[in-house]
């Protein structure tokens, strides 16, 4: 079976300061993989999206970046937070090429600028 | 401008009587819509899917209707337990290559016992 895994669960950063989050997905090949942002109380909004190694499409232009350096591993980063950059951040996977798109979400990380 | 909207409101029913959620949508052409649920502090978990040739799909005490005239769906949930209570999002399709959705904002879901 497949799972997703994200880490850290919680992050306390201040602003200014650098940022990377990482996201695993085991149990299947070439996946797509995405980065999603939920504010509180919000919907979600996607960040950044990639279909293969290397390959990475971002959705709202920000100071954050993504990075995929092996076929199932996905990276978010920044090199200065903001305050704004604080939120519930969730890794996802779908089948490549799927029919359907259900996605399947990470367990999340709370990231809190100061 | 598109846009998709959930029940404004927070819904709160009854144990046992069934809850409706609605989703709607403006200048989209889903090929497919899907629903999950998202515990507080958890990633959203996929629910169910129906394409724009279903008009209702049913799982266990879910049901979900498609009405691509109106731009909605509804979700139906059946018997409710205080356990369905979360917040439910709905997502639409927009036709890349990726998979691609676009997630409504949500609806929470109280069931009172």
């Known amino acids: 079976s497949q799972t997703i895994h994200q880490w850290p669960a919680t992050l306390v950063q201040p602003v200014g300061s650098p940022l990377s989050l990482e996201c695993t997905v085991e149990?299947?090949?070439?996946?797509?993989l995405y980065w999603y942002r939920q504010a509180a109380g919000r919907g979600l909004q996607l960040l950044f999206y990639?279909?293969?190694?290397?390959?990475i499409s971002s959705e709202v232009p920000q100071n954050l970046s993504a990075s995929r350096p092996q076929d199932r591993q996905f990276i978010l980063s920044s090199k200065k937070l903001l305050l704004s950059d604080s939120g519930f951040y969730l890794c996802?996977?779908?089948?490549?090429?799927?029919?359907?798109?259900?996605?399947?979400f990470g367990p999340g990380t709370r990231l809190t600028v100061t | 401008s598109q846009k998709i909207e959930q029940n404004s409101e927070a819904l709160n029913i009854q144990e046992g009587k069934t809850a409706t959620l609605t989703c709607n949508y403006t200048?989209?052409?889903?090929?497919?819509l899907q629903w999950y649920r998202q515990d507080p502090g958890r990633g959203p978990v996929f629910l169910l899917l129906?394409?724009?040739?279903?008009k209702e799909k049913r799982k266990e005490r879910l049901k979900v209707t498609f009405d691509t005239t109106l731009k909605q769906s509804l979700f139906h949930i059946t018997a409710s337990q205080p356990a369905d209570s979360a917040t439910y999002l709905c997502?639409?399709?927009?036709?890349?290559?990726?998979?691609?959705?676009?997630f409504g904002p949500g609806t929470s879901l109280s069931v009172i016992p």
């Open positions: 996802a996977w779908s089948r490549f090429a799927g029919t359907t798109g259900e996605q399947y």
């Open positions: 149990g299947t090949s070439n996946p797509n």
């Open positions: 990639s279909v293969g190694i290397g390959q």
């Open positions: 200048n989209y052409s889903p090929a497919y």
């Open positions: 129906i394409r724009e040739n279903e």
């Open positions: 997502a639409l399709d927009v036709g890349t290559s990726y998979d691609k959705v676009i």
